[in-house]
């Protein structure tokens, strides 16, 4: 394969499905990565959040299919399934929450279950589903990204949801004084008003940079490894282009590396549910300042 030819593959299986306004004033989809760009901010990438919406309707489908089912005679092996899963993140909760609050298991199991579901279309061939998508709209250059979390607008606006949670429950547990407080008199503090009164920029600046680089870190993190992996599988599916030696190698290192993704994909999924466990009950905790 040509060195154009590769790099024209990479770009079009790192390009998202772009909907948004045209340079001619309309709105349509983009026909190339420069197009994308120029839509701005209000662009939509479907194909993220088609694929992510359809992940969040198999697990809630799922589960309620299971839930509706269940017995408590001998358990079938989705129940089975689905109650380990539940005692998993149930006691990862309970180890590590410590206020009252119910929304938490039930938000940790949702993040848990939909960020594997995004990560694990990783392992699926990076050109089958692409592929189908353009036969299906008989257009053989459509762009189409089947992983939403190598999308950082998609794990930015999970780790936004978890950010717009923690100042949620950190002003309702500890009300506006608490939280305002708890930026202005950490980490340095003074029994002396006026030196306090000095330190407060200080403290601000600190505890602002470290408040938002929760959310921040909690996307780039989930981005960046999955972004990573699909970057390797794509750059394994060239070498299937590039003659027998290269195809066979291609297809060894390309189950070697799947094997090893499986670890990633679950591995991302269960920081970032742990994260936004640790978050929250942070939010929960009551200062003495």
Do not use: C
């Not at 189908?132 to 008989?138: D, E, K, V």
């Not at 762009?143 to 949801?161: C, E, H, I, K, M």
Request: net charge negative; aromatic share 14%; charged share 10%.
């Amino acid at each position: 394969m040509a060195a154009e030819n590769a790099s024209g593959y990479i770009q079009h299986h790192l390009s998202n499905l772009t909907y948004g306004r045209l340079p001619t004033g309309e709105w349509g989809f983009a026909h190339s990565a420069e197009q994308a760009k120029e839509m701005g901010f209000w662009a939509f990438h479907v194909d993220t959040l088609g694929v992510s919406v359809v992940l969040g309707l198999v697990f809630i489908l799922l589960f309620w299919a299971v839930a509706r089912k269940a017995t408590s005679g001998q358990p079938g092996g989705a129940q089975n399934f689905v109650e380990m899963m539940v005692e998993f993140v149930d006691g990862s909760v309970k180890d590590t929450f410590h206020g009252r609050n119910a929304l938490i298991a039930p938000l940790a199991l949702t993040i848990f279950v939909w960020v594997f579901l995004m990560n694990f279309m990783d392992l699926i061939p990076v050109d089958w589903l692409p592929m189908l998508a353009a036969n299906i709209a008989g257009n053989e250059h459509l762009f189409f990204r089947v992983v939403p979390t190598t999308d950082p607008n998609a794990t930015l606006g999970l780790a936004l949801s978890v950010f717009a949670l923690l100042l949620f429950y950190s002003v309702k547990v500890k009300g506006l004084g608490g939280f305002f407080g708890e930026l202005t008199l950490h980490p340095f503090s003074s029994k002396n008003m006026a030196v306090q009164v000095l330190l407060i920029p200080i403290n601000f600046l600190l505890e602002f940079v470290t408040l938002i680089a929760k959310p921040v870190s909690l996307a780039l993190r989930l981005f960046g490894n999955l972004y990573a992996g699909e970057l390797i599988f794509i750059l394994i599916a060239i070498m299937f282009a590039n003659g027998v030696i290269l195809g066979g190698l291609g297809i060894v290192l390309q189950w070697a590396w799947a094997v090893f993704h499986i670890l990633i994909i679950v591995l991302q999924a269960f920081i970032f549910m742990m994260l936004t466990i640790v978050y929250l009950s942070m939010a929960h905790e009551e200062n003495d300042h």
